[in-house]
């Protein structure tokens, strides 16, 4: 079983213009030296005014959800910004929670992800789902409706590049033979993929048939026992899921003043551990600065790492 690990999402996305984005970069350089093992961002590409439909699980949102920023708040791009992060830290794994992976041209994207793994020394994650955004499969002049498809599509695409020398690929969408695209991701079998969603066939197979890892979404990140039935049905679909990852939050609890309690909050973590939880993440509120940051995070990272049985940063740098 992989042990547990810890993430932290970044403040990639605001309400309004922001004057400088220096949070995103300190948040993930604390990240980096005080043993976080993945920061994590979202995606979007553009946005429609139709942001109720967000709560509606039956497009792909979070019932009684809201869209955080409204149209014309600022939201930075997964793949650039993860680019600018690689070179800021060393250690940290850097990934997508999660990337609308059908809306970018799939040779253009294993191509970006490839130099991204590479040049951050094999640290990428790609956590990919459909998404719930009409307007954004239209101005990408894609059909929404079939956005599984592509997804599907798009992931086989990445798959082939990613670990054929000489990749050919013949699809409704696509047809090419003899590429060679190169160089190929650093970590063996290419970069791991991550699948978002809730627990239904199309996912179920994508996951059985692409994932390192599941992003539980909707009732089912919710419910713990939701782990259980997602392993049964890939098994059904002919994969062994012992080695699959998934991920599920941090569940912070906070004392009267609004500060984290590390006891109570890491009390709950055993029992997702063994309901199958293998990376937390972890949904926080930052100070401002790199020191600040670090010595907000350094005891939530020594008290996850504690519960977890791991060791600590300390002992393992030395």
Same mark, same amino acid.
């Not at 605001?14 to 004057?19: D, I, K, M, T």
């Not at 972890?282 to 600040?292: D, E």
């Given at each position: 079983?992989?042990?547990?690990?810890?993430?932290?999402?970044?403040?990639?996305?605001? #309400?309004?213009?922001?004057?400088?984005?220096?949070?995103?970069?300190?948040?993930?350089?604390?990240?980096?030296?005080?043993?976080?093992?993945?920061?994590?961002?979202?995606?979007?590409?553009?946005?429609?005014?139709?942001?109720?439909?967000?709560?509606?699980?039956?497009?792909?949102?979070?019932?009684?959800?809201?869209?955080? /920023?409204?149209?014309?708040?600022? $939201?930075?791009?997964?793949?650039?910004?993860?680019?600018?992060?690689?070179?800021? /830290?060393?250690?940290?794994?850097?990934?997508?929670?999660?990337?609308?992976?059908?809306?970018?041209?799939?040779?253009?994207?294993?191509?970006?992800?490839?130099?991204?793994?590479?040049?951050?020394?094999?640290?990428?994650?790609?956590?990919?789902?459909?998404?719930?955004?009409?307007?954004?499969?239209?101005?990408?002049?894609?059909?929404?409706?079939?956005?599984?498809?592509?997804?599907?599509?798009?992931?086989?695409?990445?798959?082939?590049? $990613?670990?054929?020398?000489?990749?050919?690929?013949?699809?409704?969408?696509?047809?090419?033979?003899?590429? +060679?695209?190169?160089?190929?991701?650093?970590?063996?079998?290419?970069?791991?993929? $991550?699948?978002?969603?809730?627990?239904?066939?199309?996912?179920?197979?994508?996951?059985?048939?692409?994932?390192?890892?599941?992003?539980? $979404?909707?009732?089912?990140?919710?419910?713990?026992?939701?782990?259980?039935?997602?392993?049964?049905?890939?098994?059904?679909?002919?994969?062994?899921?012992?080695?699959?990852? #998934?991920?599920?939050?941090?569940?912070?609890?906070?004392?009267?003043?609004?500060?984290?309690?590390?006891?109570?909050?890491?009390?709950?973590?055993?029992?997702?551990?063994?309901?199958? #939880?293998?990376?937390?993440?972890?949904?926080?509120? +930052?100070?401002?600065?790199?020191?600040?940051?670090?010595?907000?995070?350094?005891? #939530?990272?020594?008290?996850?790492?504690?519960?977890?049985?791991?060791?600590?940063?300390?002992?393992?740098?030395?």
């Amino acid at each position: 079983m992989t042990e547990p690990q810890l993430s932290v999402s970044l403040p990639t996305y605001a #309400v309004e213009q922001q004057p400088d984005w220096s949070p995103v970069f300190d948040l993930a350089r604390a990240a980096d030296s005080t043993g976080v093992d993945r920061v994590v961002m979202s995606d979007h590409i553009v946005f429609g005014e139709r942001l109720d439909e967000y709560g509606k699980p039956e497009l792909g949102g979070q019932a009684g959800g809201t869209q955080p /920023t409204g149209p014309d708040g600022p $939201w930075l791009e997964p793949m650039v910004t993860l680019s600018v992060l690689a070179g800021m /830290t060393s250690r940290v794994r850097l990934g997508t929670n999660i990337l609308a992976a059908a809306l970018r041209r799939p040779v253009v994207l294993a191509k970006a992800a490839s130099t991204l793994d590479v040049l951050s020394g094999g640290r990428l994650d790609l956590g990919v789902g459909v998404g719930w955004q009409r307007e954004e499969y239209e101005a990408a002049g894609l059909p929404f409706d079939g956005r599984g498809r592509l997804l599907d599509h798009t992931l086989d695409v990445l798959r082939t590049l $990613w670990t054929e020398e000489r990749a050919d690929h013949h699809s409704d969408y696509l047809d090419f033979e003899a590429i +060679h695209q190169m160089p190929k991701p650093l970590q063996p079998g290419g970069v791991p993929v $991550w699948v978002s969603g809730t627990i239904n066939p199309a996912v179920i197979r994508r996951l059985a048939r692409f994932g390192s890892g599941w992003i539980p $979404w909707g009732p089912d990140a919710e419910d713990a026992a939701a782990i259980a039935r997602m392993k049964q049905a890939v098994a059904d679909a002919g994969r062994d899921p012992a080695g699959l990852q #998934v991920a599920g939050r941090l569940p912070v609890v906070r004392d009267a003043a609004g500060a984290v309690d590390l006891d109570l909050t890491m009390e709950g973590v055993p029992a997702l551990v063994h309901a199958g #939880v293998t990376d937390f993440r972890a949904y926080l509120k +930052h100070p401002v600065g790199v020191s600040a940051i670090e010595d907000a995070l350094a005891p #939530v990272v020594s008290a996850f790492r504690a519960v977890a049985g791991r060791p600590s940063p300390v002992s393992e740098t030395g």
